[in-house]
């Protein structure tokens, strides 16, 4: 079993940042690919941005310039600091790990954006 905690989630202004964190924990002994995905009310759920155990990231396009992803010493946490966030980055936000090629996320974190 592999559980994924996410945290850091929350209301904030426009313009504002927010820190989202997750922690892996569980039977494993190590995590390929880290990364966020968000999704909307009706809408498919999209890459934010991802990372490889050696520390090569992937953004997508709305993260680009704004958003920066990086992980722990220990390799089994994740964290995404967001600036410049905008009304449109509203979404639930969520973690995953690839390990042995097989995905799992977290339950994921509310991001609100809104003045």
């Known amino acids: 079993q592999v559980q994924l905690v996410e945290s850091g989630g929350g209301l904030v202004q426009p313009g504002g940042s927010l820190r989202l964190s997750c922690a892996a924990s569980?039977?494993?002994?190590?995590?390929?690919?880290m990364g966020w995905y968000r999704q909307e009310p009706g809408k498919q759920r999209e890459l934010v941005a991802s990372?490889?155990?050696?520390?090569?990231?992937n953004y997508g396009d709305s993260a680009k310039g704004r958003f920066t992803i990086s992980r722990g010493n220990a390799k089994n946490t994740v964290n995404l600091q967001m600036n410049s966030l905008k009304p449109e980055d509203t979404a639930v936000y969520y973690c995953?790990?690839?390990?042995?090629?097989?995905?799992?996320w977290g339950k994921g974190t509310l991001v609100t954006v809104s003045s």
């Open positions: 995953n790990a690839v390990i042995l090629a097989r995905d799992y």
């Open positions: 569980g039977s494993f002994l190590s995590i390929n690919n």
């Open positions: 990372i490889t155990r050696g520390g090569s990231t």
